[in-house]
């Protein structure tokens, strides 16, 4: 559609509004006529930046933070207490005073000894930490007071920011009176628009026909001068630097100074790709390997490091052929005839055939790992070194041997790992690894279900790491499946303590409550599961379960559909539906499910016998008949087989009358 400035204006404002016009004044003032329009009737406005070369990977959420932090601080201290892990990875100055008290050892270890990455969605844990947040202080602060947010160049956003007000959008939008107007440059309103259709948000999108007027750049004297008061404002300050990164970059650009903008990019992609948000801390490395040639020619350090953090952010992000094409092309010439390096290089090459390939390919990787322990033993390392390095790379092994279902091996690897660094290295000496040793153990007897073992071994990693959360859910995991419910119920609620929220635990929480017949707390607990992840199949099932226990047919109806939307194949579902269209009145709705049911799983008893009680609701008792016969036919037990034979006797006399009377 094309709408004019002044009729979009006039009208009222739809939930997420895309604004397709070109960057420049003329847009600027269009955003600020509607903010001020908004601001007139009532509504709080915010004006964002979302672009990441202006703002960085939280552009646009930092500006918002950063306007509302003193109001949520000075009302709700306890509030900023809580959720200080997420306001620090998206307004990072406020690490000058805020502090982070449940570190993990991921967290605590110096590069050198930072053998865990964290998973890409953990990051996004931050974004809906962010999001309960301003929910829990706009609710009591000014529940009612409409919210116009402006987003201008979000079509350039970051991951996290993009990720941020589509994920805002879906879950609060509504329930907290905010409307969003996101900008694009022409021929991109429709992506950003997508952006919010994929996650069930109706967005509008709206093409102006505005002048185009980029801002003007500084002169490069000018920005050079800019950029050295900057640096000198800033100094070390590791925090000031990443709070200005965006500034420090651009400016660099401007004045033509390429190696101080390979400098900052390069610091971008490492500590972007330390904080796991792999997405944008791969934008700081595009054009990065060409600026090493031109000013880093002969240091050939700084091109490993580079090249390593980018395959990192690669396997991160799940990318098997970038990573696969950077480690054995441009990262496999560097490494040739550097021993050390090709200890490393192989091992990541080893992941991506034995771990991440689908589907996997355990010789290939299992070659790759030995050629990488060769190549170790050859390099000139310090001792300490060969040692963290020749575990690490049987620790891979140990992975193969897990995969390969030669869990004793692979157990013997990881004590005799362990047992090495305890030997050779002081206590305070690559503390994350030994830590991750004992959990890799704690998980093959897992595998082996040897519960007592695998518990003790997930207890030893906890004591070493006890703010690591997901050592908690999964210990709380185990205790589920050994019905110690207390336990695994403590452990559930210790893992969402330690964690911005995420849908795993909250959905394990429900099972535990639902298996202690606490069902209002479990659909409590399986809402928040749903709330952060819509499609997430086990809490539908598990909350219909808990709506069934408590009679409330109509909600578990309503999840059932909800959870054979994602899953046509669950039998299950299918016929627990059923069930509750049956106790509901709804004959024909519950026998479309047990027929459905039957065709997918047609040998089990007990579907017939419900199909045949609703064939008799509806008289048609020959074909009730039917089926209670092909009931005996799976029927598991003699007790089972007696009841099935006396409902066919009550029921012969009906069908005979019948058959008389013509049916």
Not at 96 to 102: E, G
Not at 287 to 304: F, I, M, S, V
Not at 390 to 399: D, E, P, T, Y
Request: glycine share 6%.
């Amino acid at each position: 559609m094309t709408t004019t400035l002044s009729s979009l204006v006039s009208r009222s404002s739809p939930q997420v509004l895309v604004v397709e016009a070109p960057a420049g004044a003329a847009r600027q003032s269009w955003l600020k006529k509607r903010l001020h329009k908004a601001a007139q009737s009532g509504a709080r406005t915010f004006d964002l930046c979302c672009s990441f070369d202006a703002g960085g990977p939280w552009a646009g959420v930092n500006e918002l933070f950063s306007e509302i932090f003193p109001e949520i601080q000075s009302q709700r201290p306890r509030l900023v207490e809580h959720h200080s892990l997420e306001l620090v990875y998206a307004v990072p100055r406020l690490r000058h005073s805020l502090t982070i008290d449940n570190p993990t050892l991921t967290d605590q270890a110096p590069p050198e000894e930072r053998v865990r990455s964290y998973p890409a969605d953990r990051a996004f844990r931050t974004i809906h930490g962010l999001i309960e947040l301003l929910d829990s202080w706009k609710s009591e602060a000014c529940a009612d007071t409409p919210w116009v947010i402006v987003g201008d160049s979000y079509d350039d956003a970051g991951e996290m920011c993009k990720r941020f007000f589509v994920e805002l959008s879906r879950r609060r939008g509504r329930k907290l009176h905010i409307s969003l107007t996101m900008c694009a440059e022409p021929g991109k309103g429709e992506e950003v628009r997508s952006w919010f259709g994929k996650s069930g948000v109706e967005a509008e999108l709206a093409t102006l026909d505005l002048p185009a007027g980029p801002d003007p750049a500084l002169t490069p004297d000018a920005a050079a001068e800019k950029l050295r008061r900057f640096e000198e404002q800033i100094g070390d300050d590791r925090i000031e630097v990443q709070a200005n990164l965006p500034e420090l970059i651009r400016l660099s650009r401007q004045a033509g100074r390429l190696e101080k903008l390979m400098h900052y990019k390069a610091f971008g992609l490492e500590l972007y790709n330390t904080l796991g948000v792999y997405a944008d801390a791969i934008r700081y490395s595009e054009g990065l390997l060409e600026l090493t040639d031109q000013y880093a020619a002969t240091n050939d350090y700084l091109r490993w490091t580079i090249m390593v953090k980018m395959l990192n952010a690669y396997v991160g992000l799940m990318d098997v052929p970038a990573t696969k094409n950077l480690a054995e092309g441009a990262a496999m010439k560097l490494a040739e005839k550097r021993p050390a390096m090709c200890g490393y290089l192989f091992y990541i090459i080893a992941m991506l055939y034995a771990r991440y390939q689908k589907p996997r390919d355990l010789a290939k990787g299992e070659e790759y790992l030995e050629r990488g322990f060769a190549a170790l033993q050859e390099a000139k390392m310090p001792e300490d070194d060969l040692h963290f390095h020749s575990v690490f790379n049987r620790n891979g092994l140990a992975m193969v041997r897990n995969f390969q279902g030669r869990h004793q091996d692979a157990i013997e690897l990881c004590v005799s790992g362990l047992a090495r660094l305890n030997a050779h290295l002081g206590a305070d000496k690559h503390r994350l690894h030994r830590s991750v040793l004992i959990y890799n153990i704690g998980q093959v007897y897992l595998a082996l279900r040897d519960y007592e073992e695998a518990l003790k071994h997930y207890s030893a990693a906890i004591a070493m790491d006890p703010n690591y959360s997901e050592y908690y859910n999964e210990r709380g995991s185990i205790y589920l499946q050994l019905d110690r419910l207390d336990e695994a119920h403590a452990d559930y609620l210790k893992a969402v303590e330690l964690s911005p929220p995420y849908f795993e635990v909250f959905t394990n929480l429900g099972q535990c409550y639902r298996r202690m017949e606490q069902l209002e707390k479990a659909i409590e607990a399986y809402s928040r599961a749903l709330d952060i992840e819509p499609n997430h199949l086990l809490a539908f099932l598990g909350r219909a379960k808990a709506h069934e226990g408590l009679a409330r047919t109509e909600a578990a109806i309503a999840d059932y559909t909800a959870a054979l939307a994602l899953d046509s194949t669950l039998w299950e579902a299918l016929a627990s539906r059923g069930v509750m269209h049956y106790e509901a009145g709804n004959l024909h709705s519950s026998l479309a499910d047990f027929n459905s049911a039957i065709e997918l799983k047609p040998n089990v008893s007990d579907l017939y016998e419900n199909r045949a009680t609703v064939l008799i609701d509806l008289n048609r008792h020959p074909e009730a008949i039917r089926d209670l016969e092909t009931a005996l036919n799976f029927a598991a037990s003699e007790e089972d087989k007696a009841a099935i034979e006396s409902r066919i006797q009550k029921l012969q006399p009906h069908s005979v009358e019948k058959q008389a009377a013509g049916y």
